[in-house]
């Protein structure tokens, strides 16, 4: 069971916009910042959101990250099929003294 | 470029022991805290440890206290994990991660390395 709760998988077609959710407690995303990678077949995962909102150099635009809360999510605008991945959000829990991940939701491009 | 380069996974027996290393380059090492992520086949992520930039803290999880050792060699570059009392469970492969500025959550990540723990 992980600490954040993110829902198993989300799907969209081509150019649709769709969002994955992160939910958290006090001890993690509602006192520190959040994270979210991109984790490509068979590759390690790569940094997609750093600080609730912010896009390394790199990461499109059409990547984009809110919180509120204990709360979090991602949105991905104009959806590609190079855009399926698993995506996991992350924040440090102060409650484990470590890093909290979510299990992770699987993106589909119909 | 940020470059990690994980080594010494692979086959090992329940109760036995494997040290991962990680050489890092492209960055200041001795700057940044540094962690070991897993992965086990066909699962999510499970954060194991985490250094801080000196060595001076670690931190790890409930499941590897006392059995893992975290550490690092500035003077190396490299970041270190020593396991020892190796379960079936602990199956995956290991990333090692550096952390962004003024935090201890990864930036950038290796391209893992894998452990079996397998009679």
């Known amino acids: 069971q992980s600490v954040l709760t993110q829902p198993p998988s989300a799907s969209g077609t081509p150019g649709q916009r769709v969002t994955i959710s992160c939910s958290g407690s006090?001890?993690?995303?509602?006192?520190?910042?959040v994270y979210w990678y991109q984790q490509l077949p068979g590759t390690a995962p790569k940094l997609l959101i750093y600080?609730?909102?912010q896009r390394p150099s790199g990461v499109p635009d059409r990547f984009s990250g809110s919180k509120s809360g204990t709360s979090a999510s991602l949105a991905i605008s104009g959806l590609r099929s190079e855009d399926e991945a698993d995506y996991y959000c992350a924040a440090w829990d102060d409650s484990l003294s470590g890093v909290a991940f979510g299990g992770g939701s699987k993106l589909t491009v119909l | 470029e940020v470059q990690l380069v994980e080594s010494g996974g692979g086959l090992v027996q329940p109760g036995g022991s494997l040290r991962l290393s990680c050489a890092a380059s492209?960055?200041?090492?001795?700057?940044?805290?540094m962690s070991w992520v897993r992965q086990a086949p066909g699962k999510g992520l499970e954060w194991v440890s985490t250094?801080?930039?000196?060595?001076?803290?670690?931190y790890y999880a409930d499941s590897v206290k006392g059995r893992f050792t975290i550490s690092r060699d500035n003077s190396k570059n490299t970041l270190y994990l020593q396991m020892n009392s190796l379960r079936a469970e602990d199956t995956a492969v290991y990333y090692c991660?550096?952390?962004?500025?003024?935090?201890?959550?990864?930036?950038?990540w290796g391209q893992g390395t894998l452990v079996t723990v397998s009679s």
């Open positions: 492209g960055f200041t090492f001795s700057s940044y805290a």
């Open positions: 250094i801080s930039d000196s060595g001076g803290s670690t």
């Open positions: 006090s001890s993690n995303i509602g006192r520190n910042y």
């Open positions: 600080r609730n909102s």
């Open positions: 991660a550096k952390s962004g500025g003024g935090t201890y959550i990864s930036d950038y």
